[in-house]
Nanobody, 122 residues
Framework: QVQLVESGGGLVQAGGSLRLSCAASGSIFSVNAMGWYRQAPGKQRELVARITTGGSSNYADSVKGRFTISRDNAKNTVYLQMNSLKPDDTAVYYC????????????????WGQGTQVTVSS
C-alpha cells in the first residue's frame, strides 16, 4: 500500500508565503517524477510544477518566478515553496508521484495525495 501525505496548506494574505510538503510511504521500489497540481472551484485540475528524480523541473507560466519545487529523494518527499501568493492561487493542491512497486519494477504507477487547501485572501 502506497500513500502520499500532504501538509502545509492554510490561509494566507496576498503577498504571503506557504510551503507544502508531500511524503510518499509504503511498499515502494523507487519514486520517479513528483509534482503538484491544483484545482480551483469550477475549474479543471492543472499542473503547477513537476520535478524529476534528477532535479529537472518545469512550472506553469502563472507561477514561474514565485513558486519553487524541490525534493528529497532519500525521504521520498517533494516540497513546493510558494511566495508572493495571489488570490488566484486559491485552490486545493494535490501531490502526484510516479512510483515503481517492488512487485513490478518494469512499470510505474500514478499516485495522488488527498489534497490540501490553500486560500489566499486579498
Amino acid at each position: 500500500q502506497v500513500q502520499l501525505v500532504e501538509s502545509g496548506g492554510g490561509l494566507v494574505q496576498a503577498g504571503g508565503s506557504l510551503r507544502l510538503s508531500c511524503a510518499a510511504s509504503g511498499s515502494i521500489f523507487s519514486v520517479n517524477a513528483m509534482g503538484w497540481y491544483r484545482q480551483a472551484p469550477g475549474k479543471q485540475r492543472e499542473l503547477v510544477a513537476r520535478i524529476t528524480t534528477g532535479g529537472s523541473s518545469n512550472y506553469a507560466d502563472s507561477v514561474k518566478g514565485r513558486f519553487t519545487i524541490s525534493r528529497d529523494n532519500a525521504k521520498n518527499t517533494v516540497y513546493l515553496q510558494m511566495n508572493s501568493l495571489k488570490p488566484d492561487d486559491t485552490a486545493v493542491y494535490y501531490c502526484n508521484a510516479r512510483i515503481v512497486l517492488p512487485t513490478k519494477t518494469d512499470s510505474q504507477y500514478n499516485y495522488w495525495g488527498q489534497g490540501t487547501q490553500v486560500t489566499v485572501s486579498s
